[in-house]
């Protein structure tokens, strides 16, 4: 896996924003993959100003984001529909009908009855739009991407998921640092639906992820680290700070 060190965030962010800036300058409707996290709020800052100096614009680009929480009321502040909505529609021309979010509330609306059929549903929107162009991703500190926890087929599909222990402690500073409120399951595209994006490009900031970043880019292609799979992605860079590097 092709890998860079950064000295910053800022210098991470710009390159990385440079990049996606240069996908959708050529394909104006194309599809951007977003990820949620502390990772790429940076990238999305410096979108905005490229936005906003118009070096490219994104009001014809359709998102689908990763993965959602499931058992938060809706319009909830740590929603990942409100994350995007915040952190990239706000700071970008991204209009709000074209961001896509694994949805659990449309359960009991026409033709959805169970989360499993949400979560199919949701697969298959995003190859109706044509697939995804440029994929954001950020990495956990146990290896996962999107919420797809160390065991999930390397194959899987969109689909309903448990959040894993070390997920829910480190997701606990969203839900003011209280453990019990991090909802404890999720849909999620599955690894499958992930590698099926055409570029990827993986952010990974400081020492928590070293040993993550490791296992994903010298280490064996194995469930036990969901991440590896991307070593079997023709095109993939990932972007380090020296923290995340530590171990390489
Ligand atoms: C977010 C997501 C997660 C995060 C990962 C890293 O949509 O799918 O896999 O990318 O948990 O989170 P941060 O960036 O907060 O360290």
Request: net charge negative; aromatic share 6%.
């Amino acid at each position: 896996i092709q890998y860079t060190v950064f000295d910053s965030e800022e210098d991470l962010a710009r390159e990385f924003a440079a990049q996606v800036a240069a996908i959708f300058r050529d394909k104006p409707t194309g599809v951007l993959g977003t990820a949620t996290g502390s990772s790429p709020l940076e990238v999305y800052r410096v979108l905005g100003r490229l936005v906003e100096i118009g070096a490219v614009s994104l009001k014809e680009v359709k998102t689908f984001q990763l993965d959602e929480y499931v058992g938060l009321p809706e319009g909830h502040s740590q929603s990942y529909r409100r994350f995007i909505e915040e952190n990239l529609v706000a700071l970008t021309d991204l209009r709000s009908y074209n961001v896509n979010v694994p949805n659990p509330h449309l359960v009991g609306t026409p033709g959805v009855d169970t989360l499993d059929e949400a979560a199919a549903a949701y697969d298959a929107a995003i190859k109706d739009a044509g697939g995804v162009d440029f994929q954001i991703l950020g990495i956990g500190s146990d290896g996962h991407i999107a919420f797809n926890e160390p065991g999930t087929p390397l194959d899987s599909r969109t689909h309903v998921a448990n959040l894993a222990e070390q997920t829910i402690i480190d997701n606990a500073r969203f839900f003011g640092g209280d453990r019990s409120q991090v909802p404890t399951r999720c849909i999620t595209q599955g690894l499958g639906t992930i590698m099926e994006a055409r570029v990827i490009g993986l952010i990974a900031l400081g020492e928590n992820k070293a040993q993550a970043v490791r296992d994903m880019i010298s280490g064996p292609v194995t469930p036990d680290c969901p991440a590896s799979v991307l070593q079997n992605h023709p095109n993939v860079r990932v972007y380090l700070d020296k923290g995340a590097a530590s171990l390489l």
